[in-house]
T-cell receptor, first 112, second 116 residues
Framework: RKEVEQDPGPFNVPEGATVAFNCTYSNSASQSFFWYRQDCRKEPKLLMS???SGNEDGRFTAQLNRASQYISLLIRDSKLSDSATYLC?????????????FGTGTRLQVFP | DTGVSQDPRHKITKRGQNVTFRCDPISEHNRLYWYRQTLGQGPEFLTYFQNEAQLEKSRLLSDRFSAERPKGSFSTLEIQRTEQGDSAMYLCASTPNSGNAGNTIYFGEGSWLTVV
């Protein structure tokens, strides 16, 4: 079983739609949680951190449920430019090594 | 440019050949990571350095793979006797010594390896 699991998609949605991605993680020692965005053939870039209280950044809302080991990302009013792969990422710290573990990514395609 | 730089960006090699990738992290960053990413997958952790010390290696890093960071600055990742399954993008990343790695990490643009 992968440490971070995501539905690979693709999610094909029209502009203006709301879309939600989910992610589960298996390591209960995971300390921090993130969503990264990766464009085709580019490096991953941080989209937002995820906190237990939930957090919002413009059209993006992230939620964390530690009890269920579940993370979500909601994108409202989708734009064409949101088309990308969204990677769920957890930070674990075994033996004082900060290690980021990535999910497989969920591909989003927004169409006009 | 003060970002993480990787060289070469693209490499095509014949099976059985050795290849070496170089990573120059952001200058004040003590921590350096190598990841591997294949098509349709997320980046997979390979190894981690704090300054010149290699503190962790993934089981993915077989004995054909070796990474070094001799002076705590640039790092190299060498793959010996390449196999077709080594074809992937090799990502280098760095973070400063303090702060949460997840929101202070910077990735290079990756080195694409194709083994034919």
């Amino acid at each position: 079983r992968k440490e971070v699991e995501q539905d690979p998609g693709p999610f094909n949605v029209p502009e203006g739609a709301t879309v939600a991605f989910n992610c589960t993680y298996s390591n209960s020692a995971s300390q921090s949680f993130f969503w990264y965005r990766q464009d085709c053939r580019k490096e991953p870039k941080l989209l937002m951190s995820v906190y237990s209280s939930g957090n919002e950044d413009g059209r993006f809302t992230a939620q964390l449920n530690r009890a269920s080991q579940y993370i979500s990302l909601l994108i409202r009013d989708s734009k064409l430019s949101d088309s990308a792969t969204y990677l769920c990422v957890v930070l674990i710290v075994p033996y004082n090594t900060d290690k980021l573990i990535f999910g497989t990514g969920t591909r989003l395609q927004v169409f006009p | 440019d003060t970002g993480v730089s990787q060289d070469p960006r693209h490499k095509i090699t014949k099976r059985g050949q050795n290849v070496t990738f170089r990573c120059d992290p952001i200058s004040e960053h003590n921590r350096l990571y190598w990841y591997r990413q294949t098509l349709g997958q997320g980046p997979e952790f390979l190894t981690y350095f704090q300054n010149e010390a290699q503190l962790e290696k993934s089981r993915l890093l077989s004995d054909r793979f070796s990474a070094e960071r001799p002076k705590g600055s640039f790092s190299t990742l060498e793959i010996q006797r390449t196999e077709q399954g080594d074809s992937a993008m090799y990502l280098c990343a760095s973070t400063p010594n303090s702060g949460n790695a997840g929101n202070t990490i910077y990735f290079g643009e990756g080195s694409w390896l194709t083994v034919v």
